[in-house]
């Protein structure tokens, strides 16, 4: 049963820290892409890859966040330094083309203090 | 122009009612119109799909109407049961970026 997978589910930590989480996109995906879900703003798109190149990015804050694929299997998304606003679940979902079905994981919910 | 607008927000339908969401959009390029459901504490899920050239998409009790003109498309849910109870979100393509929009909770009484 293939699925996106990402750790940790539940992250908890104080405004200034670094918060780094990952994602295991679906075996074959080649695309990535990071969102944010808060019950303002809805889900937003952060950043995507494929083949592991950073494609947009323009959804992110540039000064603190940052995302990369290290590998194929691969895909982190980092938070320095962390801001109470930057409280939200994110989510990481794949697919296997620019425009196919894009998957998604169970989300890391972050709460900055 | 980016932004698709869905309503209502939250939603309550007794048990085999019919459930109606409904989304608008501004841009004429998108190209594939999506529904999303999401369960609590999971990520959300693809639940049905059509492309702008189709009027109505039908897979079991769950219908899109999609009115190009008006762009205008809706998501019925028939017989509606309590395992429908989740949010669900609209969303449009622009190449290779998905827009949701805001999401409408569902809530199905037994």
């Known amino acids: 049963d293939a699925r996106v997978t990402q750790t940790p589910r539940d992250k908890v930590t104080e405004m200034g820290q670094e918060v780094t989480m990952r994602c295991q996109p679906i075996?074959?995906?080649?695309?990535v892409f990071w969102y944010r879900q808060t019950m303002m703003q809805g889900l937003e798109l952060l950043a995507y890859?494929?083949?592991?190149?950073?494609?947009?990015d323009s959804g992110m804050p540039k000064d603190r966040f940052s995302a990369e694929m290290p590998d194929a299997t691969l895909a982190t998304l980092k938070i320095q330094p962390s801001e109470p606003r930057d409280s939200a679940v994110y989510f990481c979902?794949?697919?296997?083309?620019?425009?196919?079905?894009?998957?998604f994981g169970p989300g890391t919910r972050l709460l900055v203090l | 122009q980016q932004q698709v607008k869905q309503s209502p927000q939250s939603l309550i339908v007794q048990k085999g009612g019919i459930s109606i969401i409904n989304c608008a959009y501004e841009?004429?390029?998108?190209?594939?119109f999506p529904w999303y459901q999401q369960f609590p504490g999971k990520g959300p899920a693809l639940l049905i799909a059509?492309?702008?050239?189709?009027s109505e998409k039908k897979e079991g009790r769950f219908t899109i109407s999609f009115n190009k003109s008006a762009k205008q498309f809706s998501l019925h849910i028939m017989d509606s049961q309590p395992g429908d109870s989740a949010t669900y979100f609209c969303?449009?393509?622009?190449?290779?970026?998905?827009?949701f929009g805001k999401g409408t909770r569902l809530h199905i009484l037994p």
């Open positions: 979902a794949s697919g296997s083309g620019p425009q196919e079905t894009q998957y």
């Open positions: 075996l074959g995906h080649n695309t």
């Open positions: 890859f494929r083949n592991r190149a950073p494609l947009d």
């Open positions: 841009n004429t390029a998108f190209d594939y």
């Open positions: 059509i492309r702008p050239d189709v």
């Open positions: 969303a449009a393509r622009y190449y290779d970026k998905i827009i």
